[in-house]
Each structure stands twice: as structure tokens, then as C-alpha cells.
């Protein structure tokens, strides 16, 4: 069974940063997607962010690229998401996700639908 635990979130003034870090275990297989995803008070879960655990491949939401980068460290199960320039509608709960091994063909990377295993979040909020 996969488990993911999200940290570092925090509240930050706009123009701030944050990195958070998701530390999975139970993932016996070497070819995934992780992603962040993001849910603010009345509004939809967004995808945020994208990694594929066998490369550098990683994909972006328009309103975060430039200013987010998410990276995998395989050696110790982590995903990190390094927030910068902050404002204050990156303001949600943050979470993190997998998927299973499979394969990814079409697979619509920001799509809640797509990934299996979710965090329990950790909260992000900017203040202006």
C-alpha cells in the first residue's frame, strides 16, 4: 500500500517561498507519476505540478510556471515542490499524489482522475 505524507506548508507574505516535500513509501515499482495538486475553499481540486519518476520530465499549470519547480529524489522517496514569488491565490491546501505503474499513453498529467494515492495535504497560505 502507498502512503504519502505532505510538509512544509506555511504562511508566507506574497512575493515569498515555500518548499514543500512529500515523503512516499510502499512504492515497489520504478515507473510513476507524482504530481501536486491544489484546492482552495469553493473551488476545484487543480494540478499543479508533474514528475515522472524514471527521467527529468516534468510538466506545469500555466499559472505556476516560472515560479514552481517540482523535482523527485528516487533515493529517498521524496517529491519536493520549491514555490517562489507567491501570491496570494496560491493560497490552498496542497497535496501530493502518485500513480500506479502503468501504462501512460494519453494520460492527462494534471488530472485528479489520473493519479491513484493522495496525501493527506499540508496548507499553503499568502497573505498580500
Known amino acids: 500500500q502507498v502512503h504519502l505524507v505532505e510538509s512544509g506548508g506555511g504562511s508566507v507574505q506574497a512575493g515569498g517561498s515555500l518548499r514543500l516535500s512529500c515523503a512516499a513509501s510502499?512504492?515497489?515499482?520504478?515507473?510513476?507519476?507524482m504530481a501536486w495538486f491544489r484546492e482552495a475553499p469553493g473551488k476545484e481540486r487543480e494540478g499543479v505540478a508533474s514528475?515522472?519518476?524514471?527521467?527529468?520530465?516534468?510538466f506545469y499549470a500555466d499559472s505556476v510556471k516560472g515560479r514552481f519547480a517540482v523535482s523527485l529524489d528516487n533515493a529517498k522517496n521524496t517529491m519536493y515542490l520549491e514555490m517562489n514569488s507567491l501570491k496570494p491565490e496560491d493560497t490552498a491546501m496542497y497535496y501530493c499524489?502518485?500513480?500506479?505503474?502503468?501504462?501512460?499513453?494519453?494520460?492527462?498529467?494534471?488530472?485528479?482522475?489520473?493519479?491513484?494515492?493522495w496525501g493527506q495535504g499540508t496548507q499553503v497560505t499568502v497573505s498580500s
Open positions: 499524489a502518485s500513480t500506479l505503474s502503468r501504462v501512460f499513453e494519453g494520460m492527462e498529467l494534471l488530472a485528479p482522475n489520473e493519479y491513484h494515492y
Open positions: 514528475a515522472y519518476s524514471r527521467t527529468t520530465f516534468t
Open positions: 510502499g512504492i515497489t515499482y520504478s515507473s510513476y507519476f
